[in-house]
């Protein structure tokens, strides 16, 4: 009976403890809900329209193009739209070329099958001749989502190329509640221990290729590291690809439920339409 007892004693903390270690371990993957900030430098915008566009330049010296469905344009305000919102990052030197990214996502085949009602889509362009500035970067893209209430603060995602991609996961590591995802192609952000653990609850998207000296050495890094922790990420690594971003129909070497090729397409609609 008292060896019992002595078991009792010994078999009750163990239990507890990994029932504590459970819940720490849950919480690590978590995401908790950001309260977006209002600043009027952000808020207040000179616009234009340019085709499917929206061009606005804000006073914290901000340029960017805005997309929203055809439906949603003159309803703005309805937060029963719930649209996703795809945010792009150009490669450095590329600011001219911000919206070739954003078509990207304006395409047909992305936007019948992101959320009930398509998507949202951000270009920004960058202040300087490459990104910097999270901080300002992230007040920028909260007071978007104020102004533009169709648009689902939870679910925002990221997608960089080149230097833009270093700072879309930069951003990612700065402020863990503002993207469910982050795609980085050709991306070159040495994630360290620490913001690994910050970022566990976002869905990664790396892409890199081994001819791609200097690049591949420190975004493949990043890119295992990320597959292997952060849930439903994918890290995809080519031979000989080059300096390149990435695009819908790319192969993320994994199968759909049905047997067929996972695309990225796939992955980031089963991310946007998910409930992760």
């Known amino acids: 009976m008292k060896k019992k007892i002595k078991g009792l004693f010994f078999i009750i903390p ?36 340019i085709g499917i566009w929206q061009y606005e330049e804000v006073p914290a ?25 795809i945010v792009t990052f150009h490669g450095s030197t590329e600011k001219g070329l911000a919206p070739k990214y954003g078509r990207i996502f304006t395409d047909k085949k992305f936007q019948s099958r992101a959320g009930k009602n398509g998507a949202a889509v951000l270009s920004i362009m960058s202040r300087a001749d490459y990104f910097t500035d999270p901080e300002g970067t992230s007040l920028l893209i909260q007071n978007i989502c104020l ?36 795609v980085s192609g050709s991306g070159f952000y040495n994630i ?6 910050k970022v566990l609850p976002i869905q990664f998207y790396f892409a890199t290729s081994k ?15 990320c597959e292997r922790f952060c849930k439903n990420s994918r890290y995809v690594e080519y031979e000989k690809r080059g300096h390149f971003y990435v695009e819908l129909n790319d192969r993320t070497g994994k199968k759909n439920k049905d047997g067929s090729d996972e695309t990225f397409l796939d992955w980031i609609c089963t991310v946007v339409n998910s409930d992760f």
């Open 14 to 49: 163990s239990l507890i403890l990994i029932f504590v270690l459970l819940i720490f371990y849950r919480s690590l993957y978590q995401r908790t809900p950001m309260d977006f900030t209002f600043d009027a430098a952000y808020w207040w915008a000179k616009s234009s329209e």
């Open 61 to 85: 010296g901000f340029h960017y193009f805005l997309y929203i469905p055809e439906k949603f344009k003159n309803d703005k305000d309805n937060p029963d739209a719930e649209l996703p919102l």
């Open 147 to 182: 102004k533009n209430e169709c648009i689902d603060r939870t679910n925002i995602v990221a997608y960089g190329f080149s230097q833009g991609a270093e700072f879309a996961v930069e951003l990612a590591c700065h402020e863990k509640r503002l993207f469910r995802a982050v």
């Open 192 to 197: 360290t221990k620490k913001e690994l653990i």
């Open 211 to 225: 001819n791609d000296k200097g690049i591949y050495e420190q975004g493949s890094s990043s890119g295992k590291l």
